[in-house]
């Protein structure tokens, strides 16, 4: 059976594996070869230019944006018992995610020779059975062993090689199943680097040819164990940017500090750990810690998120339940057959890998140990649709009209960003003024692209409507406050391992702690002079302290627990994706 250590033969012959589904090796890594030559291209043409709008592709248009957006709720990150190390039933997370209000949801077993042989047909005959009884759009996607990094999701856009495409890239690419873990030196890290690059290149390509519909690749717990290094993160979204498009910026496993068995040092997400010898060397040790739950990448005002989106690029985050095992749950997973091939096998991975599937799980009526809530429960992700379709899903994501919260903080959140002449007659200009108005009445929201002309006003409309119910946990979510978070965009970074915003601030906070029901805010960036972006961010307020930057950056932000203060529902956030302004 396949075992985890990085060296000696495969398990299988891949290329033999490959060839049976219609790829060829050689031809994948030469279509990949020439994605990402001509990404490279497209990469030194826009930094040729001292504007950052070779992006927009990828990050919204001045068209204007729908006036009306369907805001379905998803999670992108699932596993099921086709995983060996989680241990719920297809249907079982289904009955629980559509108990919490989710829409659509993607499965997204762990990528190896099992799953790849044998649990990835299995699912999706489940799968397809679920999406004919249920109203939901599911995905089969893939939890993808990144070469030499962390996890990535990805999603494919259900269709006649979906199926066939997934099983390819996880021959071809998957790090685990090839083993390209753990580089032993600069040279393996670097041959790492480039085969994830290959990967996502390659994707991206069979999109273009049509093999696929639509694919999107986003990095998962990048925090986690530090081996996510930020010239890796520009690698892999520069590779493909319509493909790669962001990360989580909240992990799963929120639940890891009330769990059954939770000690005083656990923490939200299972952020625990220490630099290993692979881990990015760049790192503090604070990076290793969860920030109101959230990823210090993303939780950090003017940190490595807000690094990323200083070039002008589409980043954006995400959060999910990546649920395994619910914490306090009374299931246990179920015997394994009696007899061979079970009797000799020496552990429980190799056990499961006999038909990449564990037993279906049995109710003991005992609290079981686990640290993660049911899809939808606690996190959630609110994908802007014009059209309920997988489509529509994968292309509001891309775009990045996506905005999570923690613990039903919100029941909504829609922002507008609209150009106006400036001073007293803000809003009247209607075209007038050498096109100092706006007479198109044009606006954008999130992942949004505007196009200003310098000295113009740009007017944010935000509108908020609370949650009216109690949560899973008995509370009535209160928002304390609202903040935007903005920055100059200042082009492509001289150091790929650049993870500094230096003028990215909290510019203004909202208190909202009177405030139920609809409500609209509304902020004025007057007379801009340099392009920029605007983010968004709030908290139930309960905990709150000085940002990692210091006061000036972000007075009252997320902060780190301490022993025994992980309870994820007394500290609640919502983030939201960003708005980006081009000054000509």
Known sequence: MFDHDTHGALPIDTDAELRQLGFSRREMLRTAGIALAAGAVATMAGNASAAPASASTFAGTTAGEPEALNWLVGDHHVHTQFSHDAKYRIAQQLDAAQRYGIDWLAFTEHSNVAHAERGLASAREQIQHERETRGMLLFQGLEWYIPGAEHATVLVEPGADDARTLRAFELAWDGKL????????????AEFERRAAEAIAWLGAQKRAGVVGDAVVLANHPMRLGIDSPHEFRLWRDAAPDIMIGMEGAPGAQASAISQ???PGDQRGEYVNSPRPDSWPGYPADAYRPYGGFDWATATVGGLWDALLAEGKPFWITSNSDNHLTAKDTWVTGPYPDGEPYAS????????????KRPDPIDTGVPQGGSDFWPGQFSRLHTGVTTRSYAGVLDAMRRGRMWVDHGHLLSGFDVRAQL??????RGRGNGAGGGWGNAAG???TLGGRLTAKRGQDVVLTITV???DYVNAAGILPQLAHVDLIAGPITGPAADADAMRAPETRVVHRFDTTARRGTFTLTHVFERVERPFYVRFRGSDGKRNGTGYHGASVDPAGPIRHGAGEGDPWLDTWFYANPIFVDVV
Request: charged fraction near 25%; proline fraction near 8%; avoid cysteine.
């Open 261 to 263: 068995h939770a000690g």
């Open 465 to 467: 409507t609370t949650t």
């Open 345 to 356: 096998l020496p552990s429980e991975y190799d056990r499961w890998a006999v038909l990449g």
């Open 442 to 444: 044009r606006s954008v």
């Open 178 to 189: 090839n083993r390209w873990e753990r580089p032993v030196d600069a040279a393996q890290a």
């Open 420 to 425: 106006t002449m400036p001073g007293k007659g």
